[in-house]
């Protein structure tokens, strides 16, 4: 269970953020310097708009990775459900659904698929690890079965381009979105019972369960907000596309871990910031882009977020034992 001073800060989000947020915010900072320095082009609106771009996707899957870390658990199917959701629409609306209709289809088959996740990890009894590994497996063959007959492509639906290529008052929309679902994650996460309970239970889930809390309901529930908000992302990176392809959100779940990590999620449960979540998606993404800008190779990305997230925990570790 939480101490009374983890109740305390789990009340006041500002100051989790002061506290947790620091290892995040040096590093944005550094990388923003540096880029600012090297890349002419990199401070243009045209750069800073394709930036929040690239980084909306696999920040709204790391929202819901976040709420499974806190609670102690790991999600390695979100990157194969994003794409079967993502399939799910684009394929109703290619053969005539309304787009309303398709999108929320695919929101429902991604938290069905989070709900059956958590149903088996809690009745069953099958670790989390392996249950979303075969899950991962699944959504990804189905996603091949249902691009294998004919492409999914040209989905030229005006109101459903909208969403990720359309903007309002300059604004992507898709940033917007994302922004809407960082306000919704950040209030249930950080205000409400459910948000600490799912700490309480990454904390110490015998001490929950002893307190009442229904722990399995918890896992249950925290499991299909990880698949809704993969559909969510799906369906933007449909929009996005106007098309689906068979490998569609491949390394996803390890994009959404490295950004809930570097935003200073605890992998042992207890743990969680949302807004440490999004700096650390717009972390991987200016690492990116930079290397983009820089014309560097794009196979250094995976060794430079290594060292970052090394980086960014050792700096919550170094200040976590300042404020102790």
Known sequence: MMNA?????????????????????????????????????????????????????????????????????????????????????????????????????????????????????????????????????????????????EPIRNLTSPGFKFLAQGSLLGIPMAVLITVIVLIICHFVFHSTGFGRKVIAVGSNREASHLSGIHTESIKIRVYALSGLLAAVAGILLTSRLTSVQPLMGTSYELDAIAAAVIGGTSMFGGKGNVVGVAGG???????SNGLDLLAVNQFYRLIITGLIIVTAVGAERFTAVKTN
């Open 5 to 149: 001073k983890e109740m305390t800060i789990s009340k006041n989000p500002l100051s989790i953020f002061k506290r947790e947020g620091i290892g995040v915010l040096l590093i944005l900072l550094l990388m923003l310097i540096f880029l600012s320095i090297t890349s002419p082009t990199f401070l243009t609106a045209e750069n800073i708009s394709n930036l929040l771009l690239q980084s909306v996707f696999v920040m709204i899957v790391a929202f819901g990775t976040m709420f499974v870390l806190s609670m102690g658990g790991i999600d390695l199917s979100v990157g194969s459900v994003l794409g079967l959701c993502g399939g799910i629409t684009g394929w109703l609306m290619m053969h005539g659904t309304n787009a309303f209709i398709a999108i929320l289809s695919g929101l429902i088959l991604g938290a069905l698929i989070g709900t059956f996740n958590g149903f088996i990890i809690t009745r069953l009894r099958i670790s989390p690890f392996l249950a979303t590994f075969a899950m991962l497996y699944i959504a990804r063959g189905l996603l091949f079965l249902l691009t294998s007959d």
């Open 281 to 287: 998606a717009i972390i991987l993404a200016l690492v």
